[in-house]
């Protein structure tokens, strides 16, 4: 892992983007910064667009308006595994049609470091053994995919991303499917990954979640920004009411952390 | 480092076996037949030792042609099927999802009724194969804008349904003495009337269209983690896709062109594969094309003699496939969508 510092500038910044499929916008006006040690997290009602601002910033569909700076660089003007060698996509879940193992599919991330025609050599797999073994699932490495858990799928998703080598993570509802251990499970990688130094940014339903996770947040609805900044600024019970227009009243844990009912 | 060479070490034994039973294979194709070969005179007529003269005419002219059609026909339907199936990313789909086969027949069959010579008759098949996966295409860019899984199926169910509506209107016209005897047996498939000149007309195509297949096994294998994964990871998905569904539809086309329409090998084979090598592409690819090959052989082989007339492969293939999908959709049905 490279040194990280302060002084050094965001993996990824947009400015005054307009998102959406075709002509249409979905929401306008977004700015945002992801630096390294940061959880940006996303929130916003069902169809608010989380899933189209994700695609957009992997540069999977092109901004409607607006530009996207990723590693100092232009997304537009990058390749595809340019962009991938910054920034790894986990996504919802794991569905592979073949019964793949948990290594087969970590494997997979070495695919943005490889030119077209090479195949994975002993470097690539002890990469994705490192990654394994850094989230702490080395004894899945052999398992068929299809019959692991639904937390352990995205352990292995997320193992991927790191044997990708990216800069940063983009995580969409991460937590969605998962029971309460699993969740557990995945927000503690994802809290040690931040803390290591990679940024990661996510979208949740649940605002508990949020809270508890993310140093930063975006909430975004129909047509544009509700609120943006630093997460405990941003995730109040008033804000939160707004975003999903229904009353939202907090309380504070005993440890000091703020819930929302 | 050892989990990883102990994988790979079993993949080598594996694929070893395999290529060992597709030459075991052979050699039973060679020897049997009308005339049959000891495997002295086999070894003598390929090493060109001790080549016995009858044995030579036998298999210069008819057996070797035919069974080495067979080997490629089988592998390359076989590595058809595992491409498609991968980019569709749906284990049931076959090469004769896009229309191909049925595109590819409609043009032989018409070169049959015309009355064109045999190798015109090759290069029609092959034509409208392609022009048939090129329609299913254009129509769903233009329907989607884009090559969305779905739709494309669906087009090719359309156009499949339009150039067997084609088929038959042929069957009408053609000659019923003559022509459609041969027409039916041929959209049935058969090697029976294969000559070396046909193999060196198609195994070039056939070839032309492994070589993508097999330089960018990996990277392929990629692509069955849908479009949006795949781009992120790194991978130029759309053009390797585009690439892909060319290269399998060459050698479908080809496969086709030369033998008629046989069913069932690029559905089921690549299952085999898979219990045989693991799910990568990259490794069932090979074992793909060798159990392709040998499957091929052993049933060309039985149609020209288990009975006093040839049994068209098709129907061989459909008996031997039928009860292999069923066993796949109880086993697997509830993971496969679209």
């Known amino acids: ?261 | 480092m050892r989990l990883s060479f102990s994988l790979a070490a079993s993949f080598a034994v594996s694929l070893a076996g395999l290529g060992f039973a597709l030459l075991l294979v052979m050699a039973l194709g060679f020897a049997i037949g009308p005339y049959p070969l000891t495997p002295g005179q086999i070894l003598g007529v390929l090493t060109g030792t001790e080549p016995d003269p009858r044995a030579y005419t036998v298999l210069r002219n008819i057996r070797g042609p035919r069974v080495v059609s067979a080997a490629l026909i089988g592998a390359a339907l076989a590595a058809a099927g595992a491409a498609y199936q991968t980019v569709f990313r749906n284990p049931l789909v076959s090469p004769d999802i896009l229309g191909v086969s049925a595109g590819a027949g409609f043009g032989a069959v018409l070169g049959i009724l015309l009355g064109l010579p045999v190798m015109m008759i090759q290069a029609m098949g092959f034509g409208f194969g392609l022009g048939t996966v090129a329609l299913v295409m254009g129509l769903s860019l233009a329907l989607r804008g884009g090559a969305q899984l779905l739709v494309m199926v669906l087009c090719g169910i359309v156009i499949g349904a339009l150039v067997g509506a084609g088929i038959s209107l042929v069957k009408l016209l053609a000659d019923p003495d003559e022509q459609l005897p041969a027409i039916t047996f041929w959209l049935m498939g058969s090697l029976a009337g294969v000559k070396r000149l046909d193999l060196m007309a198609a195994a070039p195509a056939i070839l032309l269209g492994l070589v993508p297949l097999i330089a960018l096994r990996w990277r392929i294998g990629l692509l069955a983690m849908g479009d949006d994964e795949a781009r992120a990871m790194g991978v130029e998905a759309g053009r390797l896709r585009l690439i892909v569904i060319a290269a399998a539809t060459l050698m479908t086309a080809s496969a086709v062109a030369l033998a008629g329409v046989i069913g069932w090998i690029g559905l089921m084979v690549p299952h085999m594969a898979r219990l045989a090598a693991g799910p990568r592409f990259d490794r069932m690819l090979p074992a793909a094309l060798l159990i392709g090959a040998g499957f091929m052989v052993l049933v060309d082989t039985a149609a020209r003699s288990i009975a006093l007339i040839e049994v068209p492969l098709g129907i061989l293939t459909a008996v031997l496939g039928a009860p292999v999908f069923v066993v796949l959709l109880a086993r697997g049905a509830r993971r496969w969508s679209l």
Request: hydrophobic letters at 45%; glycine letters at 12%; aromatic letters at 4%.
């Open chain 1, 1 to 261: 892992m490279e040194p990280v510092t302060q002084t050094r500038q965001p993996l990824l910044q947009a400015q005054g983007l307009s998102i959406g499929h075709g002509r249409e916008a979905l929401i306008t006006g977004i700015d945002l910064t992801l630096a390294a040690g940061q959880v940006l997290c996303l929130l916003g009602p069902n169809g608010a667009g989380k899933t189209t601002l994700f695609r957009t910033l992997l540069g999977l569909i092109p901004p409607l308006a607006g530009k996207i700076t990723l590693g100092g660089s232009d997304l537009a003007l990058l390749g595809r595994a340019r962009i991938a060698r910054h920034l790894a996509y986990v996504p919802q879940s794991l569905q592979p049609p073949f019964a793949y193992s948990a290594f087969d599919i970590v494997l997979m991330g070495a695919a943005a470091r490889l030119s077209g025609l090479a195949r994975p050599g002993p470097r690539e797999e002890a990469k994705a053994h490192e990654a394994l073994e850094r989230l702490g699932i080395s004894d899945l490495a052999r398992r068929d995919v299809t019959r692991l858990s639904g937390g352990q799928r995205q352990m292995v998703l997320i193992a991927r991303a790191l044997a990708q080598g990216a800069g940063g993570l983009v995580m969409d509802e991460p937590t969605a499917s998962l029971d309460f251990a699993n969740r557990a499970q995945v927000s503690e990688a994802i809290r040690r990954l931040a803390g290591e130094g990679t940024p990661v940014i996510l979208s949740t339903h649940d605002p508990d979640h949020a809270a508890a996770l993310s140093s930063h947040a975006l909430l975004i609805n129909r047509g544009g920004v509700v609120a943006s900044g630093p997460a405990a600024q941003v995730l109040q019970a008033e804000t939160l009411s707004r975003l999903y227009g229904t009353p939202v009243r907090q309380a504070i844990s005993p440890d000091g952390r703020r819930l929302f009912y």
